[in-house]
């Protein structure tokens, strides 16, 4: 059995750390150890690390001097990991007891019929909004049946351009992944300048190894939706356009780098409810882009001939 190193980060998290921690404990895998890293919280959560981490031998405790960002304590954690396989864990999710099982069958499973390939897992997740105790829907993963997404058409997808729809399209989340710890030697750290969407922009950077996404079609973790100082106000949006800024040239060859621009500002405005708005930069965007004009008028033909039949 290989050993997993659980990575779990925690910043101002009194009200959820341990039930994050406690389903790293319950997990049906024995081989295992859990990193926790305390980005500086000023809460109690260090206090509640210490008194859990006390207990059981398994849980190795590091703390920040200063709050580094959610990137550099998931890094910490990877420098710190003697296990095979990685999984993270985030400091206000519960995850299912056989998530770490599941992932490492999957792993192994594709790995067998696709030989030294750079491999990325993920799962499905419930999600519960905040102060909710039945979950709201379920979010789908990437990759969680076949034909899954691999290589260049992954990092086109995350920065918004068409992609084949016979693919198993769907979400990332760091909360979810699993990886072997030796693909950090070819993808890279996770990049702290990126608060926000770190996650997304390891993804791209694996896709342009030729990685795979797959996934558990599954639900093995709950999220549950918390407020938090990098989360506020406009904060996603800036680092959804710094993502695009990072990767400018690969979006200019393909002549899609303000429509990509203007495909962030809408996706943030329609998941804050701002659909009208939402809608202008969609529009911008298709006014933009060549690509997406086609696309989306071959899809209004294609609707017109169901009508019709």
């Not at 910490?76 to 999984?87: D, H, L, Q």
């Amino acid at each position: 059995m290989s050993l997993v190193s659980v990575i779990i980060t925690c910043f101002n998290s009194q009200e959820t750390i341990k039930r994050a921690v406690k389903s790293a404990l319950r997990q049906n895998w024995e081989d295992l150890e859990i990193i926790i890293i305390d980005d500086c919280s000023t809460d109690s959560s260090f206090k509640i690390l210490s008194e859990i981490s006390n207990k059981d031998s398994r849980i190795s405790l590091y703390r920040h001097d200063s709050n580094l960002g959610y990137p550099a304590a998931l890094n910490t954690g990877i420098r710190n990991a003697k296990g095979e396989f990685i999984a993270i864990f985030d400091d206000d999710d519960e995850n299912k007891n056989n998530r770490i099982s599941k992932q490492v069958s999957r792993i192994i499973e594709f790995e067998r019929k696709n030989k030294n390939s750079i491999t990325l897992c993920y799962s499905n997740r419930n999600i519960y909004k905040r102060g909710e105790l039945k979950s709201d829907h379920t979010a789908f993963a990437i990759g969680r049946k076949e034909p899954v997404p691999k290589g260049i058409e992954v990092a086109e997808f995350i920065l918004g351009m068409p992609v084949n729809i016979n693919k198993a399209w769907g979400m990332f989340g760091s909360c979810t992944l699993m990886f072997r710890r030796n693909m950090i030697n070819k993808i890279g750290f996770f990049d702290e300048k990126f608060r926000r969407t770190s996650e997304w922009d390891f993804a791209i950077r694996a896709s342009f190894k030729g990685a795979y996404f797959i996934a558990v079609d599954e639900p093995l973790v709950n999220m549950y939706k918390t407020s938090g100082s990098d989360k506020a106000g406009k904060i996603p949006l800036i680092y959804s356009l710094k993502l695009r800024e990072k990767y400018k040239k690969f979006l200019k060859k393909r002549r899609f780098y303000y429509a990509s621009r203007q495909i962030a500002k809408s996706n943030f405005y329609i998941n804050k409810k701002q659909k009208i708005i939402g809608i202008y930069y969609r529009i911008l965007a298709l006014l933009l882009s060549p690509i997406l004009l086609i696309n989306f008028l071959k899809k209004i033909s294609l609707i017109k001939k169901l009508i019709k039949k």
